[in-house]
């Protein structure tokens, strides 16, 4: 019996991963197609659309999803997306921006305002805090492609505005008129980056104890359970101790 009772728990998990994989793919399938649609559907000419292409290239995404993705902008096909911005406060006042691209406006607003109202937060006029945070456009690259002072010479000449390189990776930001001319520069130089696109970068952090930060987290994780959210950013920081007992 333990044996069979451990394959349930890795069908049950593994059920659950694949559920997860279904919905991200879905999220990123839904940028693509809106992407396409508002720009052209040659990602060499759509900064949006190339930044959306990679980030399913990084999700493992087919090959086959991401073409129909775009297939579907080209034929008129699919629903027509509505973008929007949500902003609010959560747990000990930290910021955040959700957006969301949507075919049902009214839905999605009671799901937002429920999911800041039960995580003890609460949703706020646009504009409330995005004077927090400056819109820019991210490039990411692995540490292994070049030395911290050889990734910041090559983006300061191909214009971009700061540069953040750790262990993790080097994150190259750029303002959002110049994103797309930094990122194929950069591609020319180090090839393609394991992420690039449109972020909301805080301006500065706030910093919340341990039990706040469970409870921003939570909200973030019930943010993006969400199909129709996108992206979620906030301007919060927690403690080493916090991210050591989440890994673990």
């Keep these: 019996m333990a044996g069979h009772s451990q394959f349930k728990n890795i069908m049950h998990r593994k059920g659950r991963q694949d559920a997860a994989k279904s919905k ?4 990123l399938a839904r940028e693509i197609t809106v992407a396409a649609k508002l720009g052209l559907p040659d990602p060499g000419m759509n900064p949006r659309l190339r930044a959306a292409i990679i980030a399913a290239r990084a999700e493992n995404m087919p090959k086959d999803n991401i073409e129909r993705a775009i297939k579907k902008a080209a034929g ?3 629903e027509n ?5 949500y902003e609010g406060y959560g747990p000990g006042g930290v910021a955040v921006i959700v957006e969301v691209l949507t075919e049902n406006r009214n839905r999605t607003a009671g799901e937002v305002r429920a999911t800041f109202t039960r995580s003890g937060g609460n949703l706020a006029e646009t504009g409330a805090v ?4 400056d819109h820019m456009g991210m490039i990411e690259y692995d540490a292994g492609v070049a030395n911290p002072e050889a990734m910041f010479d090559a983006a300061l000449e191909a214009g971009a505005d700061d540069v953040a390189s750790s262990e993790n990776g080097h994150e190259i930001y750029a303002s959002a008129d110049h994103f797309g001319s930094v ?5 020319r130089k180090f090839g393609e980056p394991r992420k690039a696109g449109l972020v909301w970068r805080p ?7 341990d039990e706040q930060g469970e409870k921003v987290l939570k909200l973030i994780e019930n943010l993006n359970d969400s199909d129709d959210v996108q992206n979620v950013y906030a301007n919060f920081e927690i403690s080493d101790a916090l991210v ?3 890994s673990a």
């Design 183 to 187: 990122a194929k520069a950069l591609e």
């Design 24 to 27: 991200l793919f879905g999220k």
């Design 130 to 133: 995005a004077f927090m945070f």
């Design 76 to 78: 008129g096909e699919g």
């Design 81 to 85: 997306y509505e973008q929007i911005r």
């Design 244 to 246: 050591q007992k989440l």
């Design 203 to 209: 301006q500065n952090t706030v910093a919340v104890d």
